[in-house]
Every structure is written in C-alpha cells, then in structure tokens.
C-alpha cells in the first residue's frame, strides 16, 4: 500500500519537473529565524542549494533567508543561480567552517544575492572563491553580489580565466576585496567592473606575473588600509575608476607587471605620487591625483 508520505513526494516530483526552474525555501528570514513558508512552496522547495544543485538543475532561484554554503562542483556548470536581489534578504553564509560559495565548473553565473563568511574567524575562508589547484573554470559571471564582511577576501579567485565581476558591493573584508591569484598556470581575460569595494585591506590585488589582458573598470574603491589596486599581471588595463584613498596608508596603484594601460582614474586622499611601479612599459595617461593638486 502507497503511503501519505510516497504520494506526496511524488506529487512534488511531479509539479518540480513541470517547472522552468528550481526554488530553494527553507522558510527561514535574513537572521535565520524562521519566518514560515506557503503550501506550495512546502510542498516543491528545496531546503538548501546544494540539493538543488545535486540534483541537476540548471537555474535555481532562492528565496529570502539565510541559507548554507554551497559547492558547484566541475562537472556541475552551465547552471544559473540567482537570489532575490544584492541588497533584499537572501544570504549564503559560510560561517566559520567553509567558503560560502565555491564555484569549481565553467558557465557558471551566481548573482542577486548576498554572500558572508565569519569576519575574524580565523580560519581565511571566503564569501565566494573560484577554482582552486585542481579546477581552473572559465565562462563565469558574479554579478550583483553584496558582500558585507568576510574572514578573508571578499571574492577569491585561486583559479580561472574570462571571469566577470560585475555591480558588486564588498565591505570589511581582513584582506582584499577582490583578490586574483592563480595557483598553477595563469588567469587571463578576467574583468572587474562597476564594483564597490570599501573598508578593506586593499581594494583589488592582481598576483598573477603569468596572468595577462585583465580588465578593471569604473569601480569605486575606498578606504583601503594599503594598495588600492596592487597588481603584478602584465597588460592590465585599469580606466575610470574612482579612487579614495588614506595618506598614512599604500598608494592608490602599485605596479609590478608590464605593459599596462592606467588611464582616466580619478584619485584621492593621497598627499605623495599616487603609484609606485616596479614593472616596465606601463602607460599612465589622464590620472587626477586630486589631493596633490
């Protein structure tokens, strides 16, 4: 005999398949506590995305709450996920234990949401890291990301190449914003643009000599207790951001790659040169060191 439990769980399979997309609704709010979910959304919601995502669909949808980490694994790409927006109530938190999101596959894209690991945890892990030294993805899109602290980097990129990051929000991170860094091989073809990155170690670090044809531009970077950008790629093209920067603390640029081109920055809170390069080849052209002006 079928019981109450079998019939339900098929009703649920049934209507989750008519579906264009997977929901994730663990009825919980922004703070974790519980806030109650509809019938319907009982019936065919995952309770987290790492169900979802195991389960092979290709666009998830996350409703408000707070939810745990997850992994997009390297056979788990093309796969769209997506919150309620960067500033609503959906939040990913990695806690104290793990990356809150770690995308491992190419085609991916992960965007109107928000994303937090334990700032002072202790144990360096990151809001959102791509690859790591055995998974170099590709084709990735993080978009629309608020990210209000984080025990290490905001967004950590160990691994990969043609990456956009793009309207995301990074506060109070222990290190850098935006860090870039591979660790066997190169990063290439990556692009930071339109982002905001403040009260951070540095804004955007680039360490990556192997790395090459970057792209950082019109972000807004401020309060950086070091290097706003810091980079060591070669063929970085850094145009139009704003930055605002601390007297006591770096410069707005250190260079040590080759052959960039940092053009029409406007920048602020800096009393000596603005840059300071050790590379060869860089072009500087239309900067605005506002404060030695």
């Not at 796969?79 to 809150?100: F, M, P, R, S, V």
């Not at 994303?115 to 998974?135: K, L, R």
């Amino acid at each position: 005999m079928v019981g109450i439990g079998q019939i339900t769980t098929r009703v649920a399979e049934l209507i989750r398949s008519a579906l264009p997309f997977a929901i994730v609704d663990n009825g919980t709010n922004f703070d974790g506590t519980p806030r109650g979910r509809s019938t319907f959304s009982r019936l065919v919601a995952y309770n987290n995305v790492q169900e979802a995502i195991n389960a092979g669909w290709k666009q998830i949808k996350i409703a408000k709450g707070r939810y745990a980490g997850f992994v997009i694994g390297s056979t788990q790409g093309d796969i769209l996920i997506e919150g309620q927006g960067k500033y609503a109530e959906t939040i990913i938190d990695g806690g104290i234990t793990k990356n809150a999101i770690q995308i491992n596959a190419a085609g991916v894209t992960v965007r109107d949401l928000q994303a937090v690991t334990t700032q002072d945890g202790g144990g360096a892990y990151f809001p959102i890291q791509v690859g790591d030294p055995s998974n170099n993805p590709y084709n990735v899109v993080i978009d629309s990301i608020r990210i209000p602290y984080s025990d290490g980097h905001g967004i950590y990129i160990n691994h990969g190449s043609v990456i956009r990051i793009s309207n995301c929000h990074i506060s109070n991170c222990d290190t850098y914003g935006i860090y870039i860094h591979a660790s066997s091989g190169s990063s290439n073809q990556n692009e930071v643009i339109g982002c905001v990155i403040d009260g951070t170690l540095g804004a955007y670090c680039y360490n990556d000599a192997n790395g090459s044809h970057n792209l950082v531009r019109d972000n807004y970077f401020s309060g950086a207790a070091g290097y706003t950008v810091n980079t060591d790629t070669t063929k970085l093209i850094c145009d139009g951001n704003r930055m605002v920067g601390d007297a006591t603390y770096g410069r707005a640029l250190r260079v040590a790659g080759s052959s960039g081109f940092y053009s029409n920055n406007y920048i602020t809170g800096w009393t000596i040169a603005y840059y300071y390069d050790t590379g060869s080849g860089n072009t500087y052209t239309n900067n605005k060191n506002a404060a030695a002006n």
